[in-house]
């Protein structure tokens, strides 16, 4: 019985949707993570401050974000798709010690691969 749930437990994880695994990231701050699904430019919004950046600079800008504002949860409160099957995104809440941030995630759909393409992240 237990390894029959240990085996279900291990299958769902391995079908966690794109989706999921950005906001397990978000959840835990893993820049790393976030930035395997970065295009070659992406638009990050934090706070004020909005840019396009290459993915090394927009992994360092959330860096700085989660470094002063440390997560500590995630809430999906709407995802979907866009534009037909060319793109999904995701809007949640982000909880963090001091604050909660409403977070917007676009993504496009190139064949199997996710890319970001656009992450905001605005005082809730």
């Avoid at 949707?17 to 978000?26: K, Y």
């Avoid at 835990?28 to 950046?53: H, P």
């Avoid at 866009?82 to 676009?106: D, M, P, W």
């Amino acid at each position: 019985m237990k390894a029959l749930f240990l085996l279900l437990t291990t299958l769902s994880f391995l079908n966690l949707s794109e989706l999921d695994v950005i906001a397990t990231a978000l959840q835990a701050g893993d820049t790393n993570t976030l930035a395997t699904y970065f295009d070659e430019q992406v638009e990050i919004s934090v706070l004020d401050k909005e840019d396009l950046y290459d993915p090394a600079t927009a992994k360092q800008v959330l860096a700085t974000f989660f470094a002063n504002n440390k997560p500590l949860t995630f809430d999906q409160v709407h995802k979907g798709t866009s534009q037909g099957e060319n793109s999904v995104y995701c809007i949640g809440n982000l909880t963090t010690a001091s604050k909660t941030f409403r977070v917007y995630v676009f993504l496009k759909v190139e064949g199997k691969k996710h890319l970001i393409q656009e992450l905001r992240i605005d005082e809730e």
